[in-house]
Structure formats: C-alpha cells, structure tokens
C-alpha cells in the first residue's frame, strides 16, 4: 500500500488499558466512526495466538472504514494476517531488517526523538516518522520528550512525513502549529473518553486547523 501523508492526519495507537464499557474492538470503530485515518494496533502482553486473531478482526473493521493498519512492532503477525505495514521503535527490529522481510508495498513507520534517528530511518527504508513525546504523557512514563524545535529540526531534515506523539490533547494541538509535522499520534486522546466518537471528531478538527496554520 502506498502512503499519503493525508492517511497520517489523526493517527491512532491502540491500549486496552482504555477498554471498559466498549471492547476493543468496539472502541475502534467508534474512533473510526469518528474519523480516525490511521490506526496503529499496539499489543505488548498479549499471547501470539489471540494479538492474530485480534489483528485479523481489526484488519476486517479498517477495511470497512478504508483506513491503513499497521502492527506495532510484530512482523510476523502483520505478514500473517496482511497488514498494511509495521511500526518500530529504537528498541525493536533495525528498520533496514523490517523493510527486507516485508518488502516495499508495505508501509514502515519509525519512532525517533533526534534528527540522527530521524535520518537514519529514512535512508533505511522508513515511509514516515513518528516523533515524541512532544507533550508530558501518562501513556509511556519513560517516554523522552522533544521539544517544538527539535521537532521542527526533524522535519527540516527529511523528506518523508512526520506525525508527533505524546500527550497530544485537542485543546493543546494547536501548539504544533508550524513545526512541520502532517498529523498526530494519539493513544487516550481517542480512547479514554466516554464518548469516543465525538471526541475524536473534535480533535480532528483542532489537528485539521493545526496543520493548515501558516506561518
């Protein structure tokens, strides 16, 4: 699958840490409904066997809504059940190795905190960014955090797109105004409120005026 940096504008990670009165699956569409363009499905503790079956109902759901899945971080779960692509971290697969096994129609994202990283994943094969945590976060207690100029440095120095993460609320989105990146990355903004549908249509309108800012 070929990546638009539109697909990029309110990109979601999932977390069952948030799932309560909705399943998972439940809360996914609901984000979806509400206009999730991109969806990470995230699984760190969850056995083999249950991430795929899980993987293969959300592949079904992003499907019906014509919005990319990737895999966090599992390539043989994402080469298994056909996702669009990977996402990986410094402490995962080298991003050089993930884009030898699943080839260049699938999507690769990298997380990087430094324009070194940044450029890096690029000439490895990396089709976009993700850059944080550009905010405090209670998603990743040990996340590093970059600041809005270094964030802007990253996406002065490569060409692909870049989307931040961290913290990132509808009420401070507009604080990344001008920095470069397409879209945002959001874990609880979208899936801790009790309404999901409508909180992330309000914060798809706050990174909508976000990214069109000038100046």
């Not at 699984?43 to 019906?64: G, P, S, Y």
Request: aromatic fraction near 4%; charge should be negative.
């Amino acid at each position: 699958m070929k990546l638009c940096k539109d697909n990029l504008l309110l990109y979601a990670v999932t977390d069952r840490h948030w799932a309560g009165k909705y399943s998972l699956l439940e809360q996914i569409e609901l984000a979806l409904k509400g206009g999730v363009t991109f969806l990470q499905l995230r699984e760190k503790e969850l056995n083999r066997d249950d991430f795929l079956k899980e993987a293969i109902q959300v592949k079904e759901l992003c499907d019906k809504y014509k919005v990319p899945l990737i895999i966090n971080d599992d390539v043989s779960i994402a080469a298994e059940m056909n996702a669009d692509g990977v996402h990986v971290g410094q402490s995962d697969m080298k991003a050089s190795e993930v884009r030898r096994i699943i080839g260049d129609d699938k999507i690769l994202g990298v997380s990087v905190t430094t324009v070194k990283q940044a450029v890096s994943a690029e000439t490895s094969g990396a089709d976009y960014l993700g850059v944080g945590a550009v905010f405090p976060t209670g998603s990743k207690n040990d996340a590093e955090r970059v600041s809005h100029a270094a964030l802007k440095e990253i996406c002065r120095a490569v060409s692909i797109p870049v989307v931040a993460i961290g913290g990132i609320t509808s009420d401070n989105v507009t604080e990344l105004a001008c920095t470069g990146v397409c879209g945002v990355a959001v874990i609880s903004a979208v899936f801790a409120p009790d309404d999901i549908q409508t909180a992330t249509e309000k914060l798809k309108s706050s990174v909508i005026k976000m990214v069109s800012a000038k100046g």
